[in-house]
């Protein structure tokens, strides 16, 4: 939204000048206002920037993970940082899917992997913020990666891993039960098909399996989760400067897809932000003045 053409660089400028009068011209020759200004605006600003911080986290694995890093912590044996590495690169892939299925309008499935981001962020901060624990959970994932190595058994008789660590447990030990609860278990009831979930397959016309529309809903849980994850890791890890002010931009990005995304909702419904959405916003603003100044951020009515 450019709200000060003096920011602009001259190409930016000719580039929004002439988005202008090609609407201008449009609205002239009878087109409709409400047909040039898509109701899905909003959305289609999440998952750009959705994939703009899939793009960064694959650049920092590209350039810190995949720099010798890894290598040379899989010949060590696991610790901290492995643990992470493989958490992150899962979580990242899991952005690049639910990225591409929201592309194809299939919002429901991608918010099953929704799940997958919590449980990847958690990992993370259990292991950065729970030093006192971090030894124990790495000894587990180390036993099943040996168990698994050393199975003998056949594709169908394989032995199941389970998580020796329940989500719950590791959230109550970080002090962050209330976003389990009001995030995850959510997330938990449409992943395992839980009957109430019905009401959303049912129409005039019986079941319906192509309309649910989830892709709101699954946008501001992912960036929330981009933003809590990003800034785990800006705070401990050790990459490059470089790298550290992309995993900013990606923060920054997610923050301000929120708090627009956030206001979009409550000017069309009756929802507003989550408290501990707003609250973890505030503490990362708090930190930040470019942030700070994204809350003050309010979108103009549009009459559609």
């Known amino acids: ?9 001259t190409s930016e400028a000719d580039e929004y000048n002439s988005a202008i009068d090609e609407f201008l011209e449009q609205i002239n020759q009878g087109i409709p206002a409400e047909d040039l200004i898509g109701t899905d605006i909003p959305e289609k600003y999440l998952r750009t920037t959705l994939q703009h911080a899939q793009i960064i986290g694959g650049y920092y694995i590209d350039k810190h993970m995949n720099s010798g ?19 992150f690169v899962s979580f990242i892939k899991c952005l690049r899917t639910i990225h591409a299925l929201l592309a194809e309008g299939i919002s429901y499935d991608a918010n099953y992997l929704v799940r997958a981001l919590y449980e990847n962020y958690l990992k993370i901060r259990y292991v950065y913020y729970a030093p006192s624990y971090a030894d124990k959970i790495i000894d587990k994932f180390t036993e099943d990666v040996k168990t698994a190595e050393d199975s003998k058994e056949n594709e169908r008789g394989k032995k199941f891993h ?26 938990c009831s449409i992943a395992h098909g839980q009957l109430f979930q019905a009401q959303y397959f049912i129409s005039d016309f019986g079941f319906d399996y192509l309309e649910q529309d989830f892709e709101m809903s699954t946008l501001l849980t992912t960036h929330e989760l981009i933003m809590r994850t990003f800034y785990c890791m800006l705070k401990h890890s050790k990459c490059q400067k470089y790298l550290m002010r992309d995993l900013s931009t990606a923060i920054r990005q997610s923050f301000a897809s929120v708090h627009v995304g956030w206001m979009w909702v409550t000017k069309s419904s009756d929802h507003a932000m989550p408290k501990l959405t707003r609250q973890y916003m505030e503490s990362l603003a708090a930190e930040d003045s470019q942030l700070k100044r994204v809350l003050e951020v309010q979108i103009p009515d549009i009459d559609m």
Request: charged content about 25%.
């Open 1 to 9: 939204m450019v709200t000060d053409l003096s920011r602009l660089s």
């Open 162 to 187: 389970k998580n020796h660590f329940s989500w719950e447990t590791m959230a109550r030990e970080l002090g962050e039960v209330d976003l389990y609860d009001k995030l995850y278990r959510p997330l």
């Open 69 to 87: 890093f890894a290598r040379k912590h899989a010949q060590h044996g696991m610790n901290a940082e492995f643990v992470v590495s493989f958490a």
